[in-house]
């Protein structure tokens, strides 16, 4: 037995004057060590930065030695067992050829059973392959059978079938005396159409079958031998059935029709009835309607109107048309894949049409397209009227001839011809250069609820036509709305441009405005008056029609449409105080022609004997005047409203007195620097002529004489400005003007 192994010398776990063997620094943590992401270098380089490299190097060899030690205390401690493992491993080498030897050989019987398995699957496989190719050549003999008994039958019934359509088309005969067989009874009395129909029926029936076998035995050498016998045995059914048909729909035969129908969808052949129907019963009668083609010289065609004519339509497709459709939307029937409104009704009407009364799908005269246009909306609700069903009517609108049929009413066309027609005739008027009054102005007093312009008349006139039963199309309402949007903001435009260009004093780069310069202030009466007639109409009646019309479409809809327009109307609205700004300033250019008869005042008193006055100057009397004549005037006691006119008086007046105020100011100011000045004069002449220096201080000057007559005038202006309902303590710049001028112990008090 070998020796332990010696360990290192064994001393306490403390040492005298030292710390225990075991410890280690706060910053050593051997558990680190142990975590699956140690990284030395990492764990180096940061305890570096606060720990020397020797005193760390040291550390890890002190660790170190440490698990060295803590080795060798487990070895020798199981040591014994360490050293007994070698006995108990001895003659492993035998024990593993033993071990062998039975496992290779059930390796061996399973490969072998593996291929027994392989094997038979193999042979299982190829059977099935086998018996699946046997079925699928049974399945193609069988169809190849169904197919060569299917074409036999469809031959033999056809063959029962009379040879000619005129041995059946009249109707009850007696079937023994035509020799015809039918499942091998003959019966007397029995209607040869229904029976006929019948058959055909079934033939279809098999033919339907027949189709479905060649689709799954295409490209067969006995199918195409077949392909002339099938396609001779088609078109004969073809003949036959449209015979039938045909003679069903001429005797009003529902039983023989409903079979007839029947036989067409089985055969999915539904065009070829309805262009039967089209073109035997529908086309005739439209003919007499519409009359087009050989017969358009004795149809004499009255117009393009279609109104009449659709009425005439509606009572041939009520009398002579209703019997089909009524069979065609019989329910459970299976015939709901006819749509013999679409494609036999409207498509002969629609052709008709096009041949006989081209020029009524024409916008060019939009009145007329317009009243066809509704009419024939009119007359597709009322074939829509024959379906039972929603489903049926989307299916309708959904077919290519509902389509076409739309397609001819070419309403963006029809709408460019009316934006010309209404905004040209605004245009036209707003490109006068004067405000074109109407004719007919009613000659009462009180305010009128007419319009008083041209321009004006014909803006509502313009929005009412947008609007016109005869004029509006429902699908292109929003193009409608904004058309008259549009005018609205012409008319806005033309407004405030023109008082922009008469503002300027000339209209620039800007045609269209000369009007603006040309008006008197009492010409934009008139605008001010119509303007709120147009604020009316356009918020009240006018948008009451057009939400009327509109009734149809959702709340959120008629919202928005209802502040448009409103919108609309107080853009209008908004022009009333630049208007009234325009006519204030030509009244108050007026006025300030009198004002200016103030300078006449410094050389009446300067350098004259003249007393103090005592009554105020001729002038005053002037200078409110063009604004009294203009509140005086007809036009303005007739078409302008109170609140209006309070405005324009108030306006007028604070601007006048501004004015005002201005030229008396400078006037006061002038004449005191140069009383000042002569009083200068006049002192170093006096002291060096030795004469008494206070004679002149007795004696009133020129200045206060100036200032009493301005006070005079400005008393007169505020007794004016009350008969026109103006105080003028409330005007700021009266207030200033009389602080101005007003004597020292008057100044405090404003009263006339």
């Known amino acids: 037995m070998a020796d332990p192994i010696p360990s290192a010398p064994h001393r306490s776990n403390t040492d005298f004057f030292s ?39 040291s550390e890890l060899q002190s660790y170190l030695a440490s698990l060295n030690h803590d080795l060798i205390d487990l070895i020798n401690r199981d040591y014994a067992d360490f050293v ?7 003659d492993v080498d035998s024990a593993v050829v033993r071990m062998r030897a039975p496992l290779l050989e059930l390796r061996e019987k399973i490969d072998q059973f593996r291929g027994s398995v392989q094997g038979s699957l193999v042979a299982l496989t190829n059977g099935l392959k086998q018996r699946s190719e046997a079925a699928e050549a049974r399945e193609i003999l069988e169809l190849l059978l169904d197919t060569f008994h299917v074409v036999s039958k469809v031959e033999k019934l056809i063959k ?92 009003r035969d529902a039983n023989a029709i409903y079979n007839c129908l029947r036989a067409y969808a089985a055969v999915d052949n539904t065009r070829s009835a309805e262009e039967l129907f089209q073109t035997t019963i529908v086309a005739p009668l439209i003919q007499k309607v519409i009359p087009h083609g050989a017969s358009w010289a004795d149809g004499k065609p009255s117009g393009d109107e279609l109104e009449n004519d659709y009425q005439q339509i509606k009572q041939c497709i009520q009398k002579d048309c209703k019997f089909l459709l009524e069979i065609s939307f019989e329910e459970n029937s299976g015939l709901h894949v006819f749509d013999f409104l679409a494609n036999s009704i409207l498509k002969e009407v629609l052709s008709a049409i096009q041949k006989g009364k081209p020029g009524a799908f024409s916008p060019g005269r939009p009145t007329e397209f317009l009243k066809n246009y509704k009419s024939s909306l009119e007359f597709l609700a009322h074939l829509e009227g024959y379906f039972p069903s929603r489903a049926a009517v989307s ?83 929003d193009k409608f709305l904004r058309l008259s949007l549009q005018l609205l903001s012409r008319y806005s435009s033309w407004l405030s441009s023109g008082l922009a260009a008469r503002k300027r004093g000339n209209t620039g780069s800007n045609p269209g405005c000369e009007w603006a310069i040309s008006t008197v202030p009492d010409e934009f009466i008139y605008i001010i008056h119509d303007i709120n007639c147009l604020h ?155 004469a008494n220096a206070d004679v002149l201080d007795h004696n009133v000057s020129d200045t206060d004489k100036i200032c009493m007559q301005l006070f005079l005038d400005i008393q007169e202006y505020g007794r004016n400005l009350a008969v026109l309902g103006v105080d003028a303590a409330n005007i700021k710049s009266y207030r200033s003007l009389w602080e101005c001028v007003a004597p020292a112990d008057r100044r405090s008090v404003i009263n006339f």
């Open 160 to 251: 029962e079938l009379p040879s000619v359509p005129a041995d059946w088309s009249n109707g009850d005969v007696n079937l023994a005396e035509k020799n015809f067989i039918s499942n091998g009874t003959t019966e007397n009395g029995t209607n040869l159409r229904d029976t006929q129909s019948m058959l055909l029926e079934r033939i279809a029936s098999e033919m339907n079958r027949l189709k479905f076998y060649i689709a799954h035995a295409q490209n067969l050498p006995f199918i195409e031998n077949m392909e002339k016998r099938i396609q001779g045995a088609s078109l004969l059914l073809d003949a036959s059935l449209g015979h039938c048909f045909v003679d069903g729909l001429e005797h």
């Open 84 to 90: 007994n493992l070698s006995t108990k491993l001895v």
């Open 395 to 477: 299916k309708f609108r959904a077919e290519a001839v509902y389509i076409e049929f739309m397609k001819q009413w070419n309403l963006g066309v029809y709408f460019s011809l009316r934006f010309q027609e209404i905004a040209g005739a605004l245009d036209s008027v707003l490109a006068a250069t004067s405000l074109v009054p109407v004719h007919n102005i009613p000659s009462g007093q009180g305010d009128s609820p007419d319009l008083t312009l041209k321009q004006s008349a014909t803006l509502l006139e313009c929005l009412e036509s947008c609007w016109r039963e005869d004029v509006v199309v429902l699908s292109y309402s």
């Open 536 to 690: 009316t109409r356009v918020c009240g009646d006018f948008l009451e029609h057009v939400l009327e019309l509109l009734s149809s479409c959702s709340a959120d809809i008629l919202d928005h449409v209802k502040q448009s327009i409103l919108h609309g109307g107080k853009a209008l609205d908004a022009l009333v105080p630049a208007i009234i700004n325009t006519i204030v300033e030509t009244l108050v250019e007026k006025s300030v022609e009198d004002l200016r008869q103030l300078k006449g005042i410094t050389a009446t008193y300067r350098m004259t004997n003249k007393p103090l006055p005592v009554r105020h100057s001729p002038y005053v009397s002037g200078v409110l005047r063009p604004l009294k004549v203009f509140l005086d005037g007809e036009r303005a006691s007739r078409y302008l409203k109170e609140d209006a006119k309070n405005e324009l008086v108030l306006s007028a007046a604070t601007e006048i007195t501004g004015r005002y105020y201005e030229l008396a100011a400078d006037l006061v100011s002038v004449a005191r620097r140069t009383e000042t000045s002569l009083q200068r004069i006049r002192q170093g002449a006096q002291r060096r002529g030795g």
């Open 19 to 57: 710390d225990p063997l075991d410890s280690h620094p706060l910053w050593f943590k051997p558990a680190l060590f142990l975590s699956p992401d140690f990284d030395s270098e990492a764990y180096i380089s940061d305890l570096r930065t606060f720990v020397p490299f020797d005193t760390l190097r």
